[in-house]
């Protein structure tokens, strides 16, 4: 499977202040999600990044808040914009592993932790 | 709303027993399945993934599938201290290979 790094690991930021998570695949990937998870909740999909088209958001994320990037096959990138306290989660980036037989397979990166103060 | 239904736990089983792990989901449509393991500070981790009607046996874990009444189970056998997390239940649903996710059942393992 591909491997995932993001940066940062964890941050803690003020309130107002915008935050971008970077997300790199050691392989090309058509596909890039970025998920939110809350204290003790479960994932939520934020948006579904694909190189060369504008990423798509699902109900209750908006782009002027959640900005993503896709300038290649290998990168991403999430901004948290005007952050407030109810941002504080840990973002995750995932992607779907190509090399495999089996579709809709996801990968998850080792996630950002994000505390807002 | 598509949703995806778990038990929360905690469930609780002595180390050595069978951990049965159930997910049921809303969406007819989905085609793929899958069981992750989510240590407390980790991101997920996928353990099986299944598509199709029965079962599917990778080591101790077995992953059952019944569309018709639209539920899927983990078994987790001989369990382990070291399986104790939170196991996520993930279903495709829509365009775009979207996964939509359960809360979670936290499983304890204790010796």
């Known amino acids: 499977s591909a491997v995932i790094s993001q940066k940062p690991s964890r941050d803690i930021c003020q309130r107002g202040t915008s935050l971008t998570i970077q997300c790199q695949v050691d392989s090309q990937v058509t596909m890039m999600f970025w998920y939110r998870q809350q204290p003790g909740q479960s994932l939520t999909l934020i948006a579904t990044?694909?190189?060369?088209?504008?990423?798509?958001?699902e109900s209750g994320f908006v782009i002027d808040k959640f900005p993503i990037s896709r300038p290649n096959l290998t990168f991403s990138t999430l901004t948290v914009s005007n952050m407030s306290p109810e941002d504080s989660s840990i973002y995750l980036c995932?992607?779907?592993?190509?090399?495999?037989?089996?579709?809709?397979?996801?990968?998850f990166g080792p996630g950002t932790r994000l505390t807002v103060l | 709303q598509k949703e995806v239904e778990q038990n929360s736990g905690p469930l609780s089983v002595p180390e050595g027993a069978i951990a049965s792990l159930n997910c049921t989901y809303s969406d007819r449509g989905s085609q793929s399945f899958f069981w992750y393991r989510q240590y407390s500070g980790k991101s997920p981790e996928l353990i099986m993934s299944i598509y199709s009607n029965g079962d599917k046996e990778d080591g101790r874990f077995t992953a059952q599938l019944n569309k018709a009444s639209q539920y899927v189970s983990l078994l987790i056998r001989d369990s382990q201290p070291s399986d104790s997390a939170t196991y996520l239940c993930a279903v495709s649903s829509g365009g775009y290979n979207k996964l939509i996710f359960g809360a979670g059942t936290r499983l304890a393992v204790h010796p």
């Open positions: 990044a694909n190189q060369g088209s504008e990423a798509t958001y």
């Open positions: 995932s992607v779907e592993d190509l090399d495999r037989a089996s579709t809709d397979t996801q990968y």
